[in-house]
């Protein structure tokens, strides 16, 4: 205890008993021992205080660590990403440019605005081949099966 011997604790109970007197030496003794034992508590709780503390602190560094390593490798990924839609962009651009390209080569360019035959809705004549101006929907009443062309038909059909 203390590295202090036998010899040493008997000097120390002489010296307390001339000095505090031998009716008060045994209250004495125990408030120094229930002392003694509250400073133990008191260090035992401060050695234990410290290492949580310092437990934490290891756990947050490794969750800093962690964390940096995982934005890393979201930068990573971003940029990844990114190159892969900036070649598949290029790709994309340089097909266009072909098939421009190639439409101006061909000289079969249609003028602007035109994209092929377009119906009027005044036609009368539906996709179907029947006479929507009837309403009967009936194949067999079609300007072709009659021997007419549409322009007669849709003549026909506003007169």
Same mark, same amino acid.
């Given at each position: 205890?203390?590295?202090?011997?036998?010899?040493?604790?008997?000097?120390?109970?002489?010296?307390?008993?001339?000095?505090?007197?031998?009716? @008060?030496?045994?209250?004495?003794?125990?408030?120094?021992?229930?002392?003694? *034992? @509250?400073?133990?508590?008191?260090? &035992?709780?401060?050695?234990?205080?410290?290492?949580?503390?310092?437990? @934490?602190?290891?756990?947050?560094?490794?969750f800093?660590?962690?964390?940096?390593d995982l934005?890393?490798?979201?930068?990573d990924?971003?940029?990844?990403?990114? &190159?892969?839609? #900036?070649?598949?962009?290029?790709?994309?651009?340089?097909?266009? #440019? @072909?098939?421009e !390209?190639e439409?101006?080569?061909? /000289?079969?360019?249609?003028?602007? /605005?035109?994209?092929?035959?377009?119906?009027?809705? /005044?036609?009368?004549?539906?996709? *179907? /081949?029947g006479?929507?101006? *009837?309403? #009967?929907? *009936?194949?067999?009443?079609?300007?072709?099966?009659?021997g007419?062309?549409?322009?007669?038909? !849709?003549?026909?059909?506003?007169a």
């Amino acid at each position: 205890m203390f590295g202090m011997g036998w010899q040493e604790i008997m000097l120390i109970l002489v010296i307390g008993v001339l000095v505090i007197g031998p009716d @008060q030496l045994p209250g004495v003794a125990r408030t120094i021992g229930k002392l003694v *034992a @509250q400073f133990k508590r008191a260090t &035992n709780d401060l050695r234990t205080a410290v290492s949580e503390e310092i437990e @934490q602190q290891e756990e947050f560094a490794e969750f800093k660590e962690f964390a940096s390593d995982l934005e890393s490798e979201v930068y990573d990924i971003q940029d990844t990403a990114k &190159n892969m839609v #900036d070649k598949e962009i290029e790709k994309g651009e340089k097909e266009l #440019d @072909q098939l421009e !390209a190639e439409i101006s080569d061909s /000289g079969d360019s249609m003028p602007s /605005g035109e994209y092929g035959p377009t119906l009027d809705a /005044g036609d009368g004549a539906d996709l *179907a /081949g029947g006479d929507s101006a *009837a309403g #009967d929907g *009936a194949v067999g009443d079609s300007a072709e099966e009659e021997g007419t062309s549409a322009a007669e038909a !849709a003549q026909k059909e506003s007169a």
